[in-house]
């Protein structure tokens, strides 16, 4: 991929594609990684991935008293006489 050149680009910065699990060494390179096929495809499958689990999520049922905690007789660590 062609890329106009820039005086300012820093030619050893250092970045890192989460998403790829690259290290990507330059400006200019990763400017073209993010415009890359192989990123974008990545990054499409992770947001279907992450978007289906926040489905299933939330189609499961879960009951009112679930967030609710049983209750104790007296406090820990006391002795019931």
Sequence with gaps: MK????????KRSYH???ICDRIIIGD?????H???KSH???LK???RLDS???????????SPD???????????????Q
Excluded: F
């Design 3 to 10: 890329m106009p050149y820039n005086e300012a680009e820093n």
């Design 52 to 62: 289906d689990a926040v489905n299933t999520m939330e189609s499961q049922s879960i």
């Design 66 to 80: 679930h967030d609710k905690e049983p209750k104790e007789k007296g406090s820990p660590g006391q002795n019931d």
């Design 45 to 47: 499958k992770r947001r």
């Design 34 to 36: 993010i415009k890359s």
């Design 28 to 32: 200019r390179e990763w400017a073209a």
């Design 16 to 18: 890192m594609c989460n």
């Design 40 to 42: 974008l495809s990545q």
